[in-house]
């Protein structure tokens, strides 16, 4: 009986080692230890034994069970551990993995633009003012100075809410803002986007940017706004650039101006870009009527002031030679990422 314990013993440990899953163990526990086992078995004979045989052989039988199931848990161990290392390594998470980074973006044109000019600007000391897209009628008009029947104000040409409210068509209701915000002296300028009833096409949208500026303080002269943008036009178009200011006719500036620098892709020698003038249009400005500064609560005698507005999206397609405007609204990223 003893060799037959120690038998059973040796087969036992021997199939322990090779066992791969969790029920294969199970099953051999179950063979040998269980109701039916064959160890059970021969415990259940020795009843049949002497008293002299029976704590000899109980004694064996003992310590084979105990040596077959400390095989088995011992075994059970190493595979548990093996499962969890497993999940583990399936299931691991890689923080160091960053999906923002796989599309990098960067600044589209239009506002690389903008950066640029405000960065000149406030290295001459302005201050970037904000002003609303949706605006009161009179904010962009009678403030201004403009007529009560000015075509401008048509609802052809812009988009009404109700008969006070409209969506901004030039940024100078900033300068409306900010003179009423703040008492002088001011120098602000603002960059945004404003709206016109205009049928889309590669140089007409009905949503375009503008930058706004504005200087208000004592003895501000014709001289102080030529001076400004003459400066701003060789940093933002190179040290060569010249400037001719031309007659014009605003409504909130007296007097008026447009300003024409060097064509920047010929140089002024002429080419397509400038027509074969030798020079491109820049921006509108003038001495800020003194309605204007009346009617936003400055007294014209003490206080005068320029101001000028700059259409963006025409100079980014100059400068990055982007001929048309549509692309720049499109969203399109194998258009964008050229720049
Ligand atoms: N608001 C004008 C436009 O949209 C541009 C402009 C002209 C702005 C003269 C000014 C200015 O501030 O003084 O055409």
Not at 173 to 199: C, H, L, N, W
Request: aromatic share 8%; with cysteine.
């Amino acid at each position: 009986m003893k060799d037959q314990l120690l038998q059973i013993q040796k087969t036992t440990l021997e199939r322990i080692p090779s066992v791969t899953d969790m029920k294969e163990l199970d099953n051999i526990r179950v063979e040998v230890l269980g109701k039916k086992g064959e160890l059970t078995a021969i415990l259940k004979g020795m009843g049949k034994l002497s008293n002299e045989e029976r704590p000899i052989i109980g004694k064996v039988a003992n310590e084979v069970k105990e040596a077959i199931e400390a095989a088995i848990s011992a075994k059970k161990a190493i595979m548990e551990k093996q499962i969890l290392d497993e999940k583990l390594k399936s299931q691991t998470i890689d923080i160091t993995l960053d999906e923002v980074s796989k599309l990098p973006g960067h600044a589209h044109p239009l506002y690389r633009t903008i950066a640029e000019i405000v960065e000149i600007f406030e290295s001459m000391g302005f201050a970037v003012s904000e002003g609303p897209e949706i605006e009161w009628a009179k904010y962009n008009f009678d403030y201004l100075n403009v007529p009560a029947n000015h075509p401008a104000r048509d609802e052809s040409d812009t988009f009404y809410f109700n008969d006070d409210v409209i969506l901004r068509t030039q940024t100078s209701t900033v300068q409306v803002r900010a003179m009423q915000a703040k008492k002088p002296p001011i120098k602000v300028i603002s960059p945004g986007k404003v709206y016109r009833f205009d049928e889309i096409d590669a140089t007409h949208s009905p949503l375009f940017h503008q930058i706004e500026g504005l200087v208000v303080d004592k003895n501000i002269t014709m001289a102080d706004l030529k001076g400004t943008l003459d400066y701003v036009a060789k940093r933002l178009l190179g040290s060569e650039t010249k400037t001719v200011f031309r007659p014009h006719q605003f409504y909130f500036t007296e007097p008026s101006a447009e300003m024409d620098a060097t064509c920047f892709v010929c140089k002024g020698v002429g080419c397509r870009t400038c027509k074969g003038t030798g020079y491109i249009e820049v921006l509108g400005c003038g001495m800020v009527h003194p309605n204007v500064l009346r009617q936003c609560g400055i007294d014209p005698d003490e206080y005068s002031g320029f101001a000028f507005g700059m259409g963006l999206d025409r100079l980014t397609m100059f400068k990055y030679g982007i001929t048309d405007l549509r692309l720049l609204f499109s969203g399109d990223s194998q258009f964008l990422s050229q720049f």
